[in-house]
């Protein structure tokens, strides 16, 4: 398998437009995870999914962030309107069932 | 809400000493998992070693190994004969129950001095 597969792997944007992360998750895994880093607040949760149901998106900053998962094979996690502050490595990992998470390679997303 | 205290921002290792990361984490549950991941410069995290807190037995993996100090909260990952490879960011991540978000710390810079 080829791991979880996040593109792009870079991304730089202008404030005020709309940005999609993908993410696509190793087969069989029934869980997904977006995280966030950033110097300030480190590795932070923003949303999983079990099973393509969201489960937990307290972490998720405001209504400008939306995530979707229409299937077993395939997420995305889209900012709009995207800002300064939204700069940051967004990671997405899977899991199947008592099992451990593997992270994808990670987006670096810059808005200037 | 359960909480991952790394409080040394960074550490220096000789090439083939010994180092010990620290961590401490606040929970009430008693179903949980700790773990250890790097990252290097390439920034993908890797899962360098599990611990379950029903374990009493401290894991290891090859030169890595931890220091579950169940009561004290504590979960310290040592690493033996440092090679210049290990250099990298670690975090330290807590765990409830086994199907759930991670927890991460803030993550402590190892160096290693060739």
């Known amino acids: 398998d080829a791991g979880v597969i996040q593109s792009p792997r870079h991304e730089v944007t202008e404030m005020g437009q709309e940005v999609t992360l993908r993410c696509k998750p190793i087969?069989?895994?029934?869980?997904l995870f977006w995280y966030r880093q950033t110097m300030m607040r480190g590795l932070e949760l923003l949303i999983y999914?079990?099973?393509?149901?969201?489960?937990?998106d307290s972490g998720m900053p405001e209504d400008r962030f939306s995530a979707k998962m229409p299937n077993a094979s395939f997420s995305t996690l889209k900012i709009q309107p995207s800002e300064p502050r939204d700069s940051a490595v967004y990671f997405c990992?899977?899991?199947?069932?008592?099992?451990?998470?593997?992270f994808g390679q990670g987006t670096r997303l810059t808005v200037v | 809400a359960q909480t991952v205290t790394q409080s040394q921002p960074e550490m220096s290792v000789q090439e083939a000493e010994t180092v010990t990361l620290s961590c401490t984490y606040d929970?009430?549950?008693?179903?949980?998992?700790l773990f250890w991941y790097k990252q290097p410069p390439s920034r993908q995290m890797i899962l360098v070693i599990r611990?379950?807190?029903?374990?009493?037995q401290n894991a290891t993996e090859n030169r890595f190994s931890v220091n579950f100090q169940k009561a004290a909260k504590s979960f310290s990952l040592k690493i033996s004969d440092s090679q210049l490879g290990d250099a990298a960011m670690y975090f330290c991540a807590y765990r409830h129950g086994a199907n759930s978000k991670l927890t991460f710390g803030k993550g402590i810079t190892l160096s290693v001095r060739p």
């Open positions: 990992a899977s899991k199947a069932q008592n099992t451990e998470a593997f």
């Open positions: 999914f079990n099973n393509n149901v969201p489960i937990d």
């Open positions: 087969s069989g895994h029934d869980y």
């Open positions: 611990q379950e807190a029903y374990k009493q």
């Open positions: 929970t009430s549950e008693s179903d949980y998992y």
